[in-house]
T-cell receptor
C-alpha cells in the first residue's frame, strides 16, 4: 500500500538558516509527489509538485525539492528561512487509483518553528 | 484565498446528531475532493466527485455521505456523530482530475 513518512514531527531553525524537511514514500510506480504548507487556521497551499523529468523541482516562496528514486525520498529545502515560513508542511503522494492530483495520501506533517 | 469556499467555518454539535458541510468550488472547477484532518489520523482522503459523479472513495465511514450538485457545489453529510468525528474537514477542487487541487480553509467540527 502507498504511504508517506515524514520522520520529523517538529523542527526548529533559526531565521536565515537553511532548511531541509524529509519525506519518504512507498509507491509501486512512478509517483506524483507534492509538498503542501498549512499555516495556522488556513487551508493547504501547494508549494511544489513532481511528476516526471528534472528531479529538482522549484516551487513558490523559494522552496525546492529533490526527487531521489533510489532513496524513495522527496525532501523539501530552502536556503534561508524567514519567520513567515513557520507553519506545518505536508508531503503527499498521488493515489494509484483515481489518478488525480487531488486524490492524495498525506504524511503526518512536520511543524516548522523559526526562532529569531 | 484559494477560491474554494467552505461553510460553516465552525460547527459544534452533540453526539448522535447529523450535520451538513458545504463546499463551493472555484469557478470552473469540475472536481471536488473531501478530506478529514484529525490529530490521530492526520489528513485522510474521503471522497472525490467529478462533474456530479463519484470518482474515488477513500476512508469514508458509512455514516458519512457526499454529493455534488448540478451547479457543482458539494455537500458532505455526517450522521450519527461520535466524539471521534471531531476534526477539520477540507474541501478541495480542481478544473479536471489531472490538474492541481486547491484547498478551502476547512470546517472545524466539534462533537460534544
Amino acid at each position: 500500500a502507498q504511504s508517506v513518512t515524514q520522520p520529523d514531527i517538529h523542527i526548529t531553525v533559526s531565521e536565515g538558516a537553511s532548511l531541509e524537511l524529509r519525506c519518504n514514500y512507498s509507491y509501486g510506480a512512478t509517483p506524483y509527489l507534492f509538498w503542501y504548507v498549512q499555516s495556522p487556521g488556513q487551508g493547504l497551499q501547494l508549494l511544489l509538485k513532481y511528476f516526471s523529468g528534472d528531479t529538482l523541482v522549484q516551487g513558490i516562496k523559494g522552496f525546492e525539492a529533490e526527487f531521489k528514486r533510489s532513496q524513495s525520498s522527496f525532501n523539501l529545502r530552502k536556503p534561508s528561512v524567514h519567520w513567515s515560513d513557520a507553519a506545518e508542511y505536508f508531503c503527499a503522494v498521488g493515489a494509484e487509483y483515481g489518478g488525480s492530483q487531488g486524490n492524495l495520501i498525506f504524511g503526518k506533517g512536520t511543524k516548522l518553528s523559526v526562532k529569531p | 484565498d484559494s477560491g474554494v469556499t467552505q461553510t460553516p467555518k465552525h460547527l459544534i454539535t452533540a453526539t448522535g446528531q447529523r450535520v451538513t458541510l458545504r463546499c463551493s468550488p472555484r469557478s470552473g472547477d469540475l472536481s471536488v475532493y473531501w478530506y478529514q484532518q484529525s490529530l490521530d489520523q492526520g489528513l485522510q482522503f474521503l471522497i472525490q466527485y467529478y462533474n456530479g459523479e463519484e470518482r474515488a472513495k477513500g476512508n469514508i465511514l458509512e455514516r458519512f455521505s457526499a454529493q455534488q450538485f448540478p451547479d457543482l457545489h458539494s455537500e458532505l453529510n455526517l450522521s450519527s456523530l461520535e466524539l471521534g468525528d471531531s476534526a477539520l474537514y477540507f474541501c478541495a477542487s480542481s478544473v479536471t482530475m489531472n490538474t492541481e487541487a486547491f484547498f478551502g480553509q476547512g470546517t472545524r467540527l466539534t462533537v460534544v
